[in-house]
């Protein structure tokens, strides 16, 4: 269906994110890092990545920076999950990124993450 690289330091956070993926049919990755999920992401390659913003390496903006910088992940849709309130400036020029406010249910995080999946990449494997 479509490999997605979870990105938070949080473990039962990636634990609960993971089980609700693989319950769709997900392959999925993890990462609890920000240098981790950009060497996850060259390695492997995801349809998409979701990402926290509070990350003990660096913050989630600096992580998708690294990704957006690299020719191969460019293109990667990214779902930032967050507690805070993002606008439009916070994200324009970070690539092809939405937003999703925590708390949010399964079905908002399942519906956002179909709407960005992108399977069609000419880079994918």
């Not at 996850?40 to 990704?67: K, N, S, W, Y």
């Not at 949010?104 to 960005?116: D, Q, T, Y």
């Amino acid at each position: 269906m479509g490999k997605i690289l979870v990105v938070d330091d949080e473990p039962d956070i990636r634990m609960l994110l993971r089980d609700q993926l693989e319950m769709e049919g997900f392959r999925v990755l993890e990462a609890g890092r920000a240098l981790e999920a950009v060497e996850v992401a060259r390695d492997h390659q995801p349809d998409l990545i979701t990402m926290d913003l509070m990350l003990p390496d660096l913050d989630g903006f600096e992580a998708i920076r690294l990704l957006r910088d690299n020719a191969l992940m460019r293109e990667i849709p990214v779902v930032i999950l967050s507690a805070m309130e993002l606008g439009d400036d916070d994200t324009r020029a970070l690539g092809p990124t939405v937003h999703l406010t925590k708390p949010f249910s399964r079905a908002e995080l399942l519906g956002i993450i179909r709407a960005n999946l992108c399977l069609d990449r000419s880079h994918s494997r």
